[in-house]
């Protein structure tokens, strides 16, 4: 069974990423086996590893702990806001943080904003790209078309295709046969 991770990615104290999290797992088909981290909790201080993310040998505890549940994950969907029109710098600093347990890893992005985040996603998707990520389509939320201020998903049956269609493509470009 593929171990797929959702990533909560806001970290303000005001935020909505948990509860778009929460509909994206309500989602999961039950072939995955299905684990929530988030950013806010993980609570990595900005990049603070002495040596090179692509060396791999890490020295703090926190860095040790979200290498193991990156590591221990065959495809990820990452739960992401739209800030002016980029992702946030939380986001950003915990790709930041490692390397090798990027390459191959099937990710999607499930932006919310404006415009569905589509700028933030777009500006992301460069930087999976660059770490040899596949990055598979996943939808974006737009606040009063598909999402509420306070958090609620009102999406309909194609937002709902989207991610129906985003689990079938982590599923088969997951790290272990589905």
């Not at 981290?37 to 993980?42: P, T």
């Not at 739209?82 to 390459?103: F, M, T, V």
Request: aromatic share 8%; with cysteine; glycine share 6%.
């Amino acid at each position: 069974m593929p171990r797929l991770s959702v990533v909560v990615a806001s970290t303000r104290p005001q935020r909505i990423g948990h509860l778009v999290a929460q509909w994206v797992v309500e989602r999961v088909p039950g072939d995955f086996e299905t684990t929530v981290h988030d950013l806010r909790e993980l609570a990595l201080p900005f990049l603070d590893e002495p040596g090179q993310p692509a060396d791999g040998h890490y020295v703090h505890d926190h860095t040790r702990r979200w290498s193991a549940a990156m590591r221990a994950t065959d495809a990820l969907v990452l739960v992401m806001p739209e800030y002016n029109r980029g992702y946030n710098a939380a986001l950003k600093n915990a790709i930041d943080y490692l390397y090798a347990e990027w390459d191959g890893l099937p990710v999607a992005c499930v932006g919310y904003g404006w415009r569905g985040a589509h700028f933030a996603r777009s500006a992301l998707r460069q930087t999976l790209e660059r770490l040899k990520m596949t990055v598979v389509e996943a939808p974006g939320l737009a606040f009063e078309q598909t999402l509420t201020q306070q958090g609620e998903v009102t999406a309909g049956e194609d937002v709902e295709a989207e991610l129906a269609a985003m689990f079938t493509a982590l599923r088969e470009a997951a790290r272990v046969p589905a």
